[in-house]
Protein backbone atom coordinates (compact mmCIF):
# COMPACT_ATOMS: atom_id res chain seq x y z
CA UNK A 1 0.00 0.00 0.00
CA UNK A 2 2.68 2.31 0.96
CA UNK A 3 4.58 1.62 -2.37
CA UNK A 4 1.15 2.52 -4.28
CA UNK A 5 0.66 5.35 -2.87
CA UNK A 6 4.49 6.25 -3.93
CA UNK A 7 4.00 5.81 -6.85
CA UNK A 8 0.67 7.77 -6.91
CA UNK A 9 2.36 10.14 -5.44
CA UNK A 10 5.08 10.43 -8.17
CA UNK A 11 2.61 10.52 -10.49
CA UNK A 12 0.85 12.90 -9.41
CA UNK A 13 4.06 15.30 -8.77
CA UNK A 14 4.67 14.19 -12.87
CA UNK A 15 1.38 15.67 -13.82
CA UNK A 16 2.33 19.10 -12.58
CA UNK A 17 5.46 19.31 -14.08
CA UNK A 18 3.77 18.47 -17.10
CA UNK A 19 1.44 21.31 -16.68
CA UNK A 20 3.69 23.89 -15.62
CA UNK A 21 5.96 23.11 -19.17
CA UNK A 22 3.12 23.18 -20.80
CA UNK A 23 2.60 26.44 -19.58
CA UNK A 24 6.23 27.85 -19.82
CA UNK A 25 5.51 26.34 -23.72
CA UNK A 26 2.54 28.34 -24.64
CA UNK A 27 4.20 31.55 -23.04
CA UNK A 28 7.29 31.14 -25.06
CA UNK A 29 4.98 31.17 -28.37
CA UNK A 30 3.36 34.45 -27.10
CA UNK A 31 6.32 36.39 -26.57
CA UNK A 32 8.32 35.18 -29.84
CA UNK A 33 7.85 37.66 -32.73
CA UNK A 34 10.40 35.87 -35.10
CA UNK A 35 8.33 34.78 -38.24
CA UNK A 36 9.67 31.70 -39.38
CA UNK A 37 7.90 29.48 -41.91
CA UNK A 38 7.16 26.51 -40.81
CA UNK A 39 5.99 22.73 -41.98
CA UNK A 40 2.95 21.59 -41.47
CA UNK A 41 2.46 18.15 -39.96
CA UNK A 42 0.52 17.05 -42.39
CA UNK A 43 3.11 14.32 -43.38
CA UNK A 44 5.94 14.37 -40.41
CA UNK A 45 5.19 10.44 -40.38
CA UNK A 46 7.73 10.26 -43.40
CA UNK A 47 10.13 12.36 -41.67
CA UNK A 48 13.33 10.12 -40.75
CA UNK A 49 13.99 12.60 -38.23
CA UNK A 50 10.72 12.58 -36.35
CA UNK A 51 10.70 8.48 -37.22
CA UNK A 52 14.12 8.33 -35.36
CA UNK A 53 12.95 10.46 -32.67
CA UNK A 54 9.41 8.45 -31.78
CA UNK A 55 11.46 5.17 -32.15
CA UNK A 56 14.37 7.02 -29.31
CA UNK A 57 11.44 7.62 -27.18
CA UNK A 58 9.68 4.43 -27.17
CA UNK A 59 12.97 3.05 -26.49
CA UNK A 60 13.61 4.76 -23.63
CA UNK A 61 10.40 4.30 -21.94
CA UNK A 62 11.21 0.23 -22.89
CA UNK A 63 14.45 0.34 -20.49
CA UNK A 64 13.59 1.73 -17.68
CA UNK A 65 14.46 -0.94 -15.00
CA UNK A 66 12.65 0.78 -11.94
CA UNK A 67 9.53 2.63 -12.69
CA UNK A 68 8.46 2.58 -8.46
CA UNK A 69 12.39 3.96 -7.92
CA UNK A 70 11.23 6.42 -10.67
CA UNK A 71 8.36 7.67 -9.01
CA UNK A 72 9.80 8.50 -5.82
CA UNK A 73 12.57 10.13 -6.97
CA UNK A 74 9.87 12.20 -9.11
CA UNK A 75 7.40 12.18 -5.72
CA UNK A 76 7.72 15.90 -5.21
CA UNK A 77 8.04 17.20 -8.72
CA UNK A 78 12.27 17.84 -9.00
CA UNK A 79 15.36 15.99 -8.79
CA UNK A 80 17.85 16.20 -5.97
CA UNK A 81 21.72 15.92 -7.56
CA UNK A 82 22.31 13.50 -5.32
CA UNK A 83 18.81 11.26 -6.99
CA UNK A 84 20.32 12.46 -10.37
CA UNK A 85 22.89 10.28 -9.28
CA UNK A 86 20.47 7.24 -9.79
CA UNK A 87 19.07 8.27 -12.97
CA UNK A 88 21.60 6.46 -15.54
CA UNK A 89 20.76 2.98 -13.75
CA UNK A 90 17.11 3.79 -12.98
CA UNK A 91 16.95 4.30 -17.15
CA UNK A 92 18.96 1.14 -17.91
CA UNK A 93 22.00 3.08 -18.55
CA UNK A 94 25.85 1.85 -17.67
CA UNK A 95 27.38 5.49 -16.91
CA UNK A 96 26.26 9.04 -16.16
CA UNK A 97 27.97 9.92 -19.21
CA UNK A 98 26.20 7.68 -21.59
CA UNK A 99 22.98 8.49 -19.62
CA UNK A 100 23.54 12.61 -21.02
CA UNK A 101 24.51 11.58 -24.26
CA UNK A 102 21.41 10.24 -24.70
CA UNK A 103 19.70 12.97 -23.27
CA UNK A 104 20.81 15.52 -25.43
CA UNK A 105 20.59 13.92 -28.27
CA UNK A 106 17.12 13.49 -27.26
CA UNK A 107 16.84 17.45 -26.70
CA UNK A 108 18.88 18.55 -30.43
CA UNK A 109 16.10 16.44 -32.14
CA UNK A 110 13.29 17.56 -30.46
CA UNK A 111 14.29 20.97 -30.59
CA UNK A 112 14.96 20.54 -34.51
CA UNK A 113 11.82 19.29 -34.80
CA UNK A 114 10.40 22.43 -33.50
CA UNK A 115 11.92 24.76 -35.49
CA UNK A 116 11.14 22.42 -38.97
CA UNK A 117 7.50 21.80 -37.50
CA UNK A 118 4.34 24.32 -36.92
CA UNK A 119 3.41 22.11 -33.87
CA UNK A 120 1.25 25.14 -31.93
CA UNK A 121 -0.63 25.11 -35.16
CA UNK A 122 -2.79 21.85 -34.53
CA UNK A 123 -4.60 20.53 -31.90
CA UNK A 124 -3.72 17.62 -29.41
CA UNK A 125 -5.89 14.54 -31.11
CA UNK A 126 -4.65 15.81 -34.48
CA UNK A 127 -0.84 15.56 -33.20
CA UNK A 128 -1.57 12.42 -31.49
CA UNK A 129 -3.12 11.22 -35.08
CA UNK A 130 0.29 12.22 -36.48
CA UNK A 131 2.43 10.03 -34.09
CA UNK A 132 0.37 7.14 -34.41
CA UNK A 133 0.31 7.40 -38.48
CA UNK A 134 4.02 7.69 -37.71
CA UNK A 135 4.36 3.92 -35.79
CA UNK A 136 2.08 3.05 -38.76
CA UNK A 137 4.53 4.42 -41.35
CA UNK A 138 7.40 2.45 -39.03
CA UNK A 139 6.25 -0.72 -38.84
CA UNK A 140 5.40 -0.19 -42.57
CA UNK A 141 9.37 0.30 -43.05
CA UNK A 142 10.60 -2.12 -40.79
CA UNK A 143 8.00 -5.21 -41.16
CA UNK A 144 9.78 -6.98 -38.78
CA UNK A 145 9.07 -5.26 -36.30
CA UNK A 146 6.24 -5.42 -33.44
CA UNK A 147 7.56 -3.15 -31.12
CA UNK A 148 5.45 0.12 -31.67
CA UNK A 149 2.59 -0.60 -34.26
CA UNK A 150 -0.55 -2.93 -33.41
CA UNK A 151 0.06 -6.21 -34.39
CA UNK A 152 -2.93 -7.82 -36.18
CA UNK A 153 -5.34 -9.71 -33.47
CA UNK A 154 -8.34 -11.04 -33.62
CA UNK A 155 -9.30 -11.09 -29.84
CA UNK A 156 -11.88 -7.81 -29.36
CA UNK A 157 -10.43 -7.62 -25.39
CA UNK A 158 -6.76 -7.55 -26.75
CA UNK A 159 -7.78 -4.90 -29.74
CA UNK A 160 -8.92 -2.47 -26.78
CA UNK A 161 -5.76 -2.84 -24.89
CA UNK A 162 -3.11 -2.51 -27.40
CA UNK A 163 -5.18 0.50 -29.04
CA UNK A 164 -5.54 2.05 -25.95
CA UNK A 165 -2.12 1.73 -25.16
CA UNK A 166 -0.92 2.97 -28.47
CA UNK A 167 -3.20 6.11 -27.64
CA UNK A 168 -1.68 6.73 -24.50
CA UNK A 169 1.99 5.80 -25.86
CA UNK A 170 1.51 8.62 -28.65
CA UNK A 171 0.18 11.13 -25.82
CA UNK A 172 3.66 10.78 -24.20
CA UNK A 173 5.62 11.35 -27.12
CA UNK A 174 3.87 14.60 -27.40
CA UNK A 175 5.00 15.47 -23.64
CA UNK A 176 8.27 14.47 -24.30
CA UNK A 177 8.68 16.55 -27.65
CA UNK A 178 6.82 19.39 -25.64
CA UNK A 179 9.79 18.63 -23.03
CA UNK A 180 12.36 19.02 -25.91
CA UNK A 181 11.20 22.07 -26.82
CA UNK A 182 12.91 24.33 -24.37
CA UNK A 183 16.22 25.06 -23.04
CA UNK A 184 16.02 24.29 -19.82
CA UNK A 185 19.56 22.22 -18.98
CA UNK A 186 19.81 18.63 -18.13
CA UNK A 187 17.98 18.04 -14.67
CA UNK A 188 14.91 20.43 -15.96
CA UNK A 189 14.78 18.63 -18.64
CA UNK A 190 14.97 15.02 -17.31
CA UNK A 191 12.49 15.93 -14.87
CA UNK A 192 9.85 16.95 -17.78
CA UNK A 193 11.33 13.68 -19.56
CA UNK A 194 10.56 11.43 -16.42
CA UNK A 195 7.00 13.31 -15.79
CA UNK A 196 5.83 11.54 -19.50
CA UNK A 197 7.57 8.34 -18.94
CA UNK A 198 5.25 8.08 -15.84
CA UNK A 199 1.95 9.27 -17.29
CA UNK A 200 2.33 6.48 -20.15
CA UNK A 201 2.68 4.38 -17.35
CA UNK A 202 0.37 5.18 -15.33
CA UNK A 203 -2.38 5.20 -18.13
CA UNK A 204 -0.56 1.75 -19.31
CA UNK A 205 -1.70 0.13 -16.37
CA UNK A 206 -4.90 1.23 -16.92
CA UNK A 207 -4.92 -0.05 -20.68
CA UNK A 208 -4.41 -3.70 -19.03
CA UNK A 209 -7.00 -3.11 -16.42
CA UNK A 210 -9.66 -2.33 -18.56
CA UNK A 211 -8.43 -4.91 -21.26
CA UNK A 212 -8.22 -7.57 -17.93
CA UNK A 213 -11.99 -6.60 -16.92
CA UNK A 214 -13.29 -7.07 -20.72
CA UNK A 215 -11.94 -10.62 -20.57
CA UNK A 216 -13.53 -11.32 -17.19
CA UNK A 217 -16.88 -9.55 -18.42
Not at 48 to 65: E, G, I, K, M
Not at 81 to 103: I, P, R, T
Not at 173 to 179: A, N, P, S, Y
Not at 192 to 198: G, K, N, R, V, W
Request: hydrophobic share 35%.
Amino acid sequence: MIQATSFSRGIFSALIVIALFSILINGCKKASSEKVTKLSINNIHNDPLFQDYVVRVHSQYNSVQNFNLLSSIMKDGKITNEESNLLHSVYGYNSKEEFHFAYVQLSNIARELWKKYDFNSYTNEEKKAAVIKTYEQIRHNNPTSNSIALNFIDDDCEKIRQSCILSTAAQATLMHIGCGVLDIGVILGVTCHSAAILYQKAEGDKCNAEADKCKTS
